[in-house]
């Protein structure tokens, strides 16, 4: 039998051991995280001053991107530290603090859910659309997102550190997350895996809910009479169906396999994506194609430059 101890701190291994690789990775990292900030954190800024993107496709997107920005600022940070300075150290309480915010990125899949469903009512019923999505109805389904997701990363948080934990302390991953942490356990942890499947598994029965949506999206486009309008419907729905299943992938290696069979170094490439990769690319497959968001950016970019005296 395993002596429990009381854990502090936590050595997550890193991204990678071999010391030729740590400065290019760092530099990676470090692009990555100033790509990911500037763009989410742009189009938040810009959703709110430009009141031509005041509407529920754009209220979803500057929430999502909002998202993108919390929880990747969790982890992309603390892993480029780590790699340059080799101090891995986590306490139990920024542990605890960093997998709630991951698992809180879950909240992605109800925006994802709202961001279709708008779509859907934009494109298959527009004279309805006005009816449909007021501003009360955006505002229930935002909090209708923000709270589930507060909740099951709560649980599922607590979940995990009542579990007793072993005399070590090293996590074989690159952050706090709850599999990793879950392998550090020396009791049964099987209730608390199956309780992590279950909320797992509710974010893919939305994502079939999502898949609807576009499948309706997509019926309504082939019968387009206009080529133009029909080919860029159709490359809007393929760019966002495609972001949604890299999404739902990683979320199904890291949390839907059954621990017999999970492999922490398959769930490393998935969190890569899941905590850097996907917060980067999503404001360019949502928003930064969008005439109406670059106009934004154009308009907020000339402002600012009068604003500083820049133009004559």
């Not at 692009?31 to 800024?45: F, K």
């Not at 959703?47 to 993108?68: A, W």
Request: glycine residues 4%; positive net charge.
């Amino acid at each position: 039998m395993e002596h429990t101890t009381e854990v502090r701190a936590f050595i997550p291994r890193g991204l990678a051991r071999a010391p030729e690789l740590q400065v290019p990775l760092f530099a990676t990292v470090v692009l990555v995280y100033l790509v990911t900030l500037t763009g989410n954190l742009g189009v938040t800024v810009v959703i709110l001053l430009d009141p031509r993107l005041h509407t529920p496709k754009y209220f979803f997107l500057g929430n999502l991107s909002l998202v993108h920005f919390c929880y990747s600022s969790t982890v992309t940070p603390k892993v480029a530290a780590g790699l340059l300075t080799e101090d891995n150290l986590t306490s139990y309480n920024a542990c605890a603090a960093q997998m709630f915010f991951v698992l809180f990125a879950t909240v992605e899949s109800y925006f994802l859910a709202s961001v279709a469903y708008d779509r859907f009512v934009a494109v298959c019923k527009p004279p309805h659309c006005p009816a449909i999505m007021t501003r009360s109805v955006c505002a229930r389904l935002a909090v209708g997102s923000h709270v589930p997701g507060l909740l099951t990363a709560a649980i599922d948080v607590g979940d995990t550190f009542c579990l007793p934990l072993c005399v070590t302390n090293v996590a074989r991953h690159f952050f706090c997350g709850a599999p990793a942490a879950m392998t550090l356990a020396c009791s049964d942890r099987h209730i608390n895996e199956l309780m992590l499947f279950f909320i797992s598994s509710f974010n893919i029965f939305l994502a079939l809910i999502i898949l609807i949506c576009y499948l309706f999206v997509l019926t309504t486009v082939m019968k387009m009479h206009s080529g133009e309008g029909y080919q860029k419907a159709l490359f809007t729905c393929a760019s966002h169906l495609t972001a949604i299943s890299i999404f739902y992938g990683t979320i199904m290696v890291m949390y839907l396999q059954p621990s017999s069979s999970h492999s922490m170094d398959t769930d490393k490439v998935a969190s890569v994506f899941y905590t850097m990769v996907i917060p980067m690319l999503n404001p360019m497959v949502y928003s930064l194609r969008n005439k109406e968001v670059k106009s934004a950016f154009q308009k907020v970019a000339e402002k600012a430059k009068y604003s500083l005296g820049l133009v004559i």
